[in-house]
């Protein structure tokens, strides 16, 4: 399966991927989703949103047991960020099939659509439209780069955008959903274990900063005479850093547009994105206001105007504690040879919070949720570079058919 996947995305140049929502990349994950699935003899469907569901038994029993993840990447970015959770809830239930086990709730796979909003720059969108935390509206509102609107996109891509919204009714036959991630960070690998469970989701949001000054000519205009928005920016992006660092958070500037983007012509808007996340809400806080007031210093000094507009966010998230304990001891145990347990009662599995958002995070308002995470040996993610050693993946793999034999397993 992983190498079947492997090339459908994939940039020649940077070795990344560009799985964007509803592309020709896109379309092709999402036909190697169903031919898994119906390869399997399970029942394939589409919900109003897009998100691919593939069944055993029936999905109208409830109580069902959820696993799976998101196919799609950010811009040229890793193979596992996504797919590992995928590939992985296909390989678990093989191996369930395997050991002869005999279920006695409902199984669903699932293809989240649209988790890392790389194409419309908004993140979770097939999880945020089932749970209801974005509308119709607000969703056919949301474009691409190119100006092509969602709307259009799921259109051209054979999907009905008007039937896009909250799905309570699939939700409601939902009884638990256990998502497996890549680790986006070195907590395992510094522990020296394999794979972990999840704690929460660190609070994090998305700030716009438009930096509005005078275009004009680079080589005639005297620098005593200028509104450059680029020094208010750049001096922002410094702060941002030194913030993070005092309240000991995360903090990054990582996209930028400017206007008139020339190499000899001063800008007149430079647009910068704030990606922002701590432990806790005070401490996002804390970053967020100190770099807004950094910025309007920086702006007032130059004489330049701002606007800080909040794009999305995300409070903490707490997995559910009940069925976060219930999967510990199930792990601890290591029925199945996972190799996370050893077979050894009361061994501690390790729990550890994360800076990432998940569609997980966004469904554990409505159902219960948990995540499991897989060592990433050097913590890159989002880059080619991302990686997990395939002895650690299959332990992944044995830890999740675990998890899924005690939760939907006679």
Known sequence: MWRELAPVGRHRDSGGYRRYAWTAADADC?????????????????????????????????????????????????????????????????????????????????????????????????SRLTAGQLTLEQAHRLTDGDGITLPQAMEAAGHDPDAL????????????????????????D???????????????????????GEANHAGTTRLVDRRDPMLSYAETVLAARREAELAGAVATFGKISVEPNG????????????????ADQAGLDQVVGGVKKAAREYAEAHGVDLD?????????????????????????????GSGVGGGEAGLRVPVLGTGAGHDAGILSGSIPTAMLFVRNPTG??????????????????LALADALEGLACK
């Open 30 to 126: 999402r036909a190697w989703f169903r031919q898994q699935a119906e390869g399997r003899g399970l029942t394939y469907e589409v919900d109003r949103n897009g998100n691919q569901w593939a069944w055993l038994g029936d999905p109208a029993a409830g109580d069902a047991v959820v696993t799976g993840s998101h196919l799609d990447s950010v811009p040229d970015g890793g193979a596992f960020d996504g797919p590992l959770g995928v590939v992985s809830s296909f390989a678990a239930l093989d191996e369930l099939r395997a050991r002869g086990a005999e279920f006695a709730r409902p199984l669903a796979l699932v293809n989240f659509g649209d988790e890392e909003g790389a194409r419309f720059g908004l993140a979770c969108v097939g």
């Open 165 to 188: 919204g909250a799905d309570p009714e699939r939700l409601g036959r939902i009884g638990a959903f256990v998502e497996l991630h890549v680790e986006q960070g070195r907590a395992l």
């Open 190 to 212: 510094l522990s020296g274990d394999r794979v972990g469970l999840a704690s929460a989701i660190w609070p994090h949001g998305r700030w716009r900063f438009d930096f509005r």
């Open 263 to 278: 190499v000899n012509a001063i800008p007149s808007l430079v647009r910068g994105w704030l990606d922002s996340r701590a």
């Open 308 to 336: 800080v507009v909040r794009e999305s966010f995300t409070p903490v998230v707490e997995f559910d504690h009940a069925l976060r304990d219930e999967l510990a001891r199930i792990l601890s145990c290591g029925s199945g």
């Open 380 to 397: 890159v993610s989002h880059s080619p570079a991302e990686f997990a050693a395939e002895d650690d993946c299959v332990a992944g793999v």
